[in-house]
């Protein structure tokens, strides 16, 4: 059995966002936005919705322009984490949901700095990493595929979609049902695997993700 968790970064936007959460409601599926705070600020509306649907708010920085882990100013890691979370506000998930940019999917270094980790640490923010890449935003015409090959290879998938004016979700329902056909069960937690840090305290190993200082900028 094949156990799929839907998660959706850099939104929200307009219309897209709106039609993500339509399907996903006749589906009857719960999923995880992690919002920009830039978009946010302006389309609070569309986070408050997807809340109201039981879905999790989770931060996924303010900019999202470059990786934490190439910040070498001082405070500047954290203030893409704090000012987004300010935004957030009371739609917050308890857990304090925070999903670092990856430039591309990747999980390496470029994810964290230490000043993040530090207030990741002292802000009990739980870390939402993933282990399926789906490449909706490069490929919104042909993710399905890649999404279905990828989860099935796995007991417990972490997907990671874009709510993004790209086209490609309008591919989200196909993918869903062939899923379901497929014996998939749709989940709205997260595989362990995937959270190096629950609420502030480190339950994997989080080092292979966090940027020496020297290198940060590098």
């Not at 709106?18 to 999923?31: G, K, P």
């Not at 002292?122 to 990828?150: F, K, M």
Request: hydrophobic fraction near 40%.
């Amino acid at each position: 059995m094949t156990i799929i968790t839907l998660t959706f970064d850099n939104g929200p936007e307009p219309e897209v966002t709106s039609q993500v959460l339509d399907t996903l409601r006749c589906h009857d599926i719960r999923a995880t936005f992690f919002v920009v705070g830039e978009k946010l600020r302006e389309r609070r509306n569309l986070a408050q919705r997807a809340h109201a649907d039981g879905h999790w708010i989770g931060n996924h920085t303010f900019t999202h322009r470059v990786p934490l882990g190439r910040m070498s100013e001082p405070g500047a890691a954290v203030a893409e984490i704090e000012r987004t979370e300010g935004l957030i506000g009371d739609l917050a998930h308890p857990r304090r949901l925070f999903r670092p940019f990856g430039g591309g999917g990747l999980l390496d270094r470029r994810l964290l700095n230490r000043d993040a980790l530090q207030y990741l640490q002292q802000n009990a923010y739980t870390c939402v990493l993933w282990n399926v890449i789906a490449h909706d935003w490069s490929h919104p015409g042909g993710w399905v595929e890649r999404a279905l090959a990828l989860c099935f290879a796995r007991p417990h998938a972490l997907l990671v979609l874009h709510d993004l004016p790209t086209g490609a979700m309008r591919d989200l329902d196909r993918f869903i049902a062939a899923a379901k056909d497929r014996g998939a069960i749709f989940a709205q937690d997260f595989p362990r695997d995937c959270i190096p840090l629950e609420c502030g305290r480190l339950i994997a190993p989080i080092e292979p993700y966090v940027s020496d200082p020297e290198n940060a900028s590098s």
